[in-house]
Every structure is written in C-alpha cells, then in structure tokens.
T-cell receptor
Framework: EAAVTQSPRNKVAVTGGKVTLSCNQT?????MYWYRQDTGHGLRLIHY???????EKGDIPDGYKASRPSQENFSLILELATPSQTSVYFC???????????FGKGTRLTVV | GQQVQQSPASLVLQEGENAELQCNFS?????MQWFYQRPGGSLVSLFY???GTKHSGRLTSTTVIKERRSSLHISSSQTTDSGTYLC??????????FGAGTRLKVIA
C-alpha cells in the first residue's frame, strides 16, 4: 500500500508567522494534493501537483503556497499564518487522478 | 452554491442493521469516489466508482454518473463501521469536490 506521511502531525503557530507542512509519498505517484477539512465543509482542495516542479491552484489557494521539489515531496506553505487557517490539513497522492487516492493521516494546525 | 449533497448527515444504527448513504452532485462528473474517515481523522479509500455497481465485503457502491449520484450500502453493520463517510466527485480538469460527510454510529 502506498504510504503518505505528513509532518508535523500537530502544530501551533503564531499569527503572522510562517508555517510549512510537509508531505512525503513513497509510491512514486505523479500527482499530489493538499486539502483542508473544516466542520461543515468536507475536504477542500488548496493546491495540487502533477509532478516535480509543478504546482497548481485548487479551489481555495488564497493565503497558501505550495512547493514540489521532487517526486516524493510536496509542501504547503503559509507565509503569514492567520487564525482562519486553523484547520486539519490532508495530503494525498495518486498515480492517476481517476484511480485510487491515498491520504496521509493529517496535520492539525492551530494558529493563535 | 453547494455542489454536493450527502444524506443523511448523521445516522445511528443498531449493530446488524443496514444503511444506505446517498450522494448527489449539482454539476456534471467524470467519476466518483467514496472514503471512510476513522474517528481521529485518517482517510481510507473505499471505492473508486465511475459508473455501475462495485462490491467489497459488506459494502456496495452504485454510481449513475449521468444522473450525478452515487450510493453506498452497508449491510449487517458493525460497531467498527462507525465513522464518517465522504463522497468525492471529479468534475474534470482536476477539480474535485467533497461532500460534508455522513457521520455513522453503530451501537452494540
């Protein structure tokens, strides 16, 4: 089974600070995704990537940047964290978006 | 507006009862997928189902893509089925939308 590992699993950040969430997948999938999950909203796509060097905006990209330096790694960057970005963040990977998608265990971010 | 309607929002079952979860989309889709989210958060893919019916153990997924709907049937529920069930639709051009989920609790 594909492994998707997120770090950190929990993070408390200060308003205005920079936060980097990391994701690593070991199954050589081309596609990787960052979602956030909030009560009443389900999962919402922030950024995604087709492969190393590519990043694309999802449905709610404002306030977030993404970086895909390699096939295995996909980072989500909050340059100036705000309390509205308090959420649970999930990374996912898949070989083909129309096939099975594998999720990490999530990162709980609290911005105070 | 809301693109995905999942119903029911929550459900309590006695162990052994069956459940039917529904997902309806307001936009056209290329495919649909069902996920299970454990209490505590981790997500597991249950079915990728662009059309037709698929079975996995006590679970059955039926998708009618032209009608933009999918259902998940759980038979003979068990306490370990408790959690949240999410549907997701691929609307094309790498756009994916998720329902808010059905929170299922199965009691012994």
């Amino acid at each position: 089974e594909a492994a998707v590992t997120q770090s950190p699993r929990n993070k408390v950040a200060v308003t205005g600070g920079k936060v980097t969430l990391s994701c690593n997948q070991t199954n050589n999938h081309n596609n990787m995704y960052w979602y956030r999950q909030d009560t009443g909203h389900g999962l919402r796509l922030i950024h995604y990537s087709y492969g190393a060097g590519s990043t694309e905006k999802g449905d709610i990209p404002d306030g977030y940047k993404a970086s895909r330096p390699s096939q295995e790694n996909f980072s989500l960057i909050l340059e100036l964290a705000t309390p509205s970005q308090t959420s649970v963040y999930f990374c996912a990977s898949g070989e083909d978006r129309e096939g099975e998608v594998f999720f990490g265990k999530g990162t709980r971010l609290t911005v105070v | 507006g809301q693109q995905v309607q999942q119903s029911p929002a929550s459900l309590v079952l006695q162990e052994g009862e069956n459940a039917e979860l529904q997902c309806n989309f307001s936009t056209s889709l290329n495919s649909m997928q069902w996920f299970y989210q454990r209490p505590g958060g981790s997500l597991v893919s249950l079915f990728y189902n662009p059309s037709g019916t698929k079975h996995s153990g006590r679970l059955t997924s039926t998708t009618v893509i032209k009608e933009r709907r999918s259902s998940l049937h759980i038979s003979s529920s068990q306490t370990t089925d408790s959690g949240t069930y999410l549907c997701e639709g691929n609307t094309g051009n790498y756009k994916y939308v998720f329902g808010a989920g059905t929170r299922l609790k199965v009691i012994a």
